[in-house]
């Protein structure tokens, strides 16, 4: 257990529709990013907060966009959804500084 | 730009035998993190080893090692007397020493053991 704690584990939606994913970080950490990993695919970076600040963005889509709040859990909302979204996004969280990020389960987006 | 590469989409070995997996980075930076991590079928990603690029000593982890050449930009990742559960998609990644902290992942070299 990583203590990153992603919800929900599965979602299914359809195209045009709106979802939002939900990451816990660890207790502690205060850097959270997400990374979007399409089938068969390695992940792609997504965005970093820190303590509550956008970071770092990568190749996030207009429609995708994130939030860290002042608990420090942070939300991706994906709208306008696509067939090509569906994918394996995860979280991972780190205290910040030289320490590594761990990773959650990862949210399970399937777009009919 | 950064990049991180893993030529070996795939690689097999035989259980109890040696396995090297590799990786080649490409960056202007002096200072870097390295990292491979563990995808089993699970989907979980699991930090395996970490390489701190000021560091000439390789890091080890029980079976796991690296052969981190830093002038060539390469970053191996040794496993010894492999077991099944080491079975999974394995990737390196690059993170910067900055402020950001942002990570590069390559993309993936899938490990099968044979028993």
């Known amino acids: 257990d990583s203590g990153v704690t992603q919800t929900p584990k599965h979602l299914i939606t359809a195209t045009g529709q709106r979802v939002t994913l939900r990451c816990s970080p660890r207790?502690?950490?205060?850097?959270v990013y997400w990374y979007q990993q399409s089938l068969d695919q390695g992940l792609q970076f997504l965005i970093q907060y820190y303590n509550g600040e956008e970071r770092a963005k990568g190749n996030i889509l207009e429609r995708f966009s994130a939030q860290q709040f002042p608990d420090l859990h942070s939300e991706l909302n994906l709208s306008s959804l696509e067939l090509g979204d569906s994918a394996l996004y995860f979280c991972?969280?780190?205290?910040?500084?030289?320490?590594?990020?761990?990773f959650g389960d990862g949210t399970r987006l399937s777009i009919l | 730009a950064q990049t991180v590469t893993q030529s070996q989409p795939e690689m097999s070995v035989q259980e109890a035998e040696t396995v090297t997996l590799s990786c080649t980075y490409d960056t202007s930076e002096s200072d870097y993190y390295l990292f491979w991590y563990k995808q089993p079928p699970s989907r979980q990603m699991i930090l395996v080893i970490r390489q701190e690029a000021y560091k000439q000593q390789n890091a080890t982890e029980n079976r796991f090692s690296v052969n981190f050449q830093k002038a060539a930009k390469s970053f191996s990742l040794k496993i010894s007397d492999s077991q099944l559960g080491d079975a999974a998609m394995y990737f390196c990644a690059y993170r910067w020493d900055s402020g950001t902290y942002k990570y590069i992942f390559g993309t993936g070299t899938r490990l099968k053991v044979l028993a």
């Open positions: 991972a969280s780190s205290p910040g500084g030289t320490q590594p990020q761990h």
């Open positions: 207790s502690g950490d205060l850097s």
